[in-house]
């Protein structure tokens, strides 16, 4: 009984996906993906909604009574409201009809947090247009007007899980203006692919300190293999470093300093969080990107493959969190 209760849900399961395929096909044929779309007969749908299939059930009862009580009064208004039906896509259709929907900005985002495109819809007719809902299902979108203006500028959020390049489904544009008899809608792709930054992480602090030996900065260390110059001997000084040479050539007793380079910029190395998995280093290194920039201390980045040069400012967070994001999905552990 169970095997049989999945395999059927395995089938049905198997047709709801063709069907996707096959509607996702039709669609693409039909409106294809575009920065800027036109609403017209070829992209628009439109059939009753549920109060209007509730409005033809009063419809029918009304004209069941008047025949069943010969009443004149209740045909009449049952034909009356018949004739309000007929004319009402008319109107719904047309406040959809013709409104043109431009893609303006579909900035970055986390993955984790909601992605936002910032979209312009306008009307190219005097007609005025009201009740638009524009949104990704099942997200409750924007809903705009277009009476007082020509054009507006609207918000949608869609839910993004996982960084890379996010392909966004088709926005759903539609209204049920005037009554809400009728719904009138329109499948739309405006061709947007959100980056999706890795979901910052806290792996621990800043991994602040100078790396001896890499140095370009003028900033010197103690205690490194480059002799630095003479200082006078104090008692306590190693003998070693006594400079014996000058002593003997009659100068006074002075010891031989030593130091090295120092690289004091900060570099977020792949290598730091060693033993993690990918996602979690990437999610780490995001972090510390934030960081960095939050505590404006200028920062390199090193992954597999690809190396920035330390810098600091808005030009380097992008390209750093885009290098973060556009990491291969396989990649070095």
């Known amino acids: 009984m169970g095997a049989t209760h999945r395999e ?20 693409e044929r039909r409106a294809p993906a575009a920065r800027n779309v036109t609403l017209g007969h070829r992209k628009l749908f439109i059939l009753p909604s549920r109060a209007g299939l509730g409005f033809l059930l009063v419809i ?38 013709g409104l043109t929907i431009r893609l303006l900005a579909a900035p970055p985002a986390f993955a984790g947090d909601y992605a936002r495109a910032r979209i312009a819809v306008g009307r190219n007719e005097h007609r005025l247009r009201e009740h638009i809902e ?18 507006a500028e609207v918000e949608v959020s869609l839910p993004v899980n996982r960084r890379g390049k996010v392909r966004a489904p088709r926005l759903k544009v539609q209204s049920r203006f005037p009554l809400g008899l009728f ?15 890795p979901a910052p992480k806290n792996l621990g602090p ?52 030593y130091d090295s380079g120092a690289d004091t910029r900060l570099w977020l190395d792949w290598d730091l969080l060693a033993g993690r998995d990918v996602e979690t280093r990437l999610s780490g290194l995001c972090h510390w990107v934030l960081e960095a920039e ?5 920062y390199g980045l090193r992954l597999p493959g690809t190396t920035l040069a330390p810098s600091l400012g808005e030009p380097q967070r992008q390209r750093a969190l885009a290098a973060l994001a556009e990491f291969p999905l396989q990649g070095v552990e």
């Open 8 to 27: 059927s849900a395995t089938g049905l399961q198997g047709l709801r996906a063709r069907w996707q395929g096959l509607t996702a096909r039709w669609l």
């Open 60 to 97: 029918l009862l009304l004209w069941l009574l008047g025949t069943n009580y010969e009443n004149n009064l209740v045909f009449a208004l049952a034909f009356l409201l018949v004739s309000l039906f007929a004319v009402l896509p008319v109107h719904t259709f047309a406040n959809l009809s």
């Open 134 to 151: 524009i949104a990704w299902p099942p997200e409750e979108g924007a809903q705009l007007d277009l009476v007082d203006a020509e054009s």
């Open 183 to 197: 719904r009138c809608w329109s499948h739309v792709d405006l061709d947007i692919d959100f980056l999706v930054y």
């Open 206 to 257: 800043l991994p602040l300190g100078a790396a001896a030996g890499e140095g370009k900065s003028p900033e010197r260390r103690r205690g490194g293999d480059d002799f630095a110059g003479l200082r006078p001997y104090q008692p306590g000084h190693s003998l070693r470093h006594v400079a014996w040479k000058q002593f003997a050539g009659g100068r006074d007793l002075h010891s031989k300093e």
């Open 294 to 298: 939050r505590a404006q201390i200028p």
